[in-house]
């Protein structure tokens, strides 16, 4: 089983940044494709961003050139680097693991990132 501990969350005016970590256990973190999904209040969940065990990336387009996903697996580690953010994007944000035979991902409990001035 997998659990996931997303972290980094909190206010941030409009055109700051912060970088949120998710913090793996209990599977071969190596193996998961690693994602970012974020919701919005009153709004359907969101994929924004996802990296394979072989580290390719992929983005939503609306925050592609702004926000970096990578891993670490030493530390078991994925993190997302949000840049020049905007107060849209003021959402919870989860940590997902797929593991490449299972088709339901293992979800974080999420962490609040609110954009605001």
């Known amino acids: 089983q997998v659990q996931l501990v997303e972290s980094g969350g909190g206010l941030v005016q409009p055109g700051g940044s912060l970088r949120l970590s998710c913090s793996a256990s209990g599977g071969i973190f190596s193996i998961y494709t690693m994602g970012w999904y974020r919701q919005a209040p009153g709004k359907q969940r969101e994929l924004i961003a996802a990296i394979t065990s072989g580290g390719s990336t992929n983005y939503t387009d609306s925050v592609r050139g702004r926000f970096t996903i990578s891993r670490d697996n030493v530390k078991n580690t994925v993190y997302l680097q949000m840049n020049s953010l905007k107060p849209e994007e003021t959402a919870v944000y989860y940590c997902?693991?797929?593991?490449?035979?299972?088709?339901?991902?293992?979800w974080g409990q999420g962490t609040q990132v609110t954009v605001s001035s």
């Open positions: 997902t693991a797929r593991h490449p035979f299972r088709e339901v991902p293992y």
